[in-house]
Nanobody
């Protein structure tokens, strides 16, 4: 059974930091690129960051570049998103997403809420 479980969401003040985690099971973790998406009510999901299966390449949305860092620990089947200098506009539900161009399979986590507010 495939599972993606996010954790680490919280209420944080502007300028603060959070680290999100996504732990995967039920598939070959290293064969999947991993991404973080985020979504606010009434809008579609926005891609925030992506990392390749080996962890050798990353990409970021302009809105988070320089503030967020995506990483993965393949020995632990876990992906991370380190978020620094948080802004109120970063408030969203953050989703973990696994995708394989080879198998064309993809999986979503259930999401974790991040709220940036004073």
């Amino acid at each position: 059974q495939v599972r993606l479980v996010e954790s680490g969401g919280d209420l944080v003040q502007p300028g603060g930091s959070l680290r999100l985690s996504c732990t995967a099971s039920g598939f070959t973790f290293t064969s999947y690129a991993m991404s973080w998406y985020r979504q606010v009510p009434g809008k579609g999901r926005e891609l925030a960051a992506t990392i390749t299966g080996a962890g050798t390449s990353t990409n970021y949305a302009d809105s988070v570049k320089g503030r967020f860092t995506i990483s993965r620990d393949n020995a632990k089947n876990t992906m991370y998103l380190q978020m620094n200098s948080l802004r109120p506009e970063d408030t969203a539900v953050y989703y973990c997403y696994a995708h394989s161009d080879y198998s064309r399979r993809s999986y979503w986590g259930q999401g974790t809420q991040v709220t940036v507010s004073s």
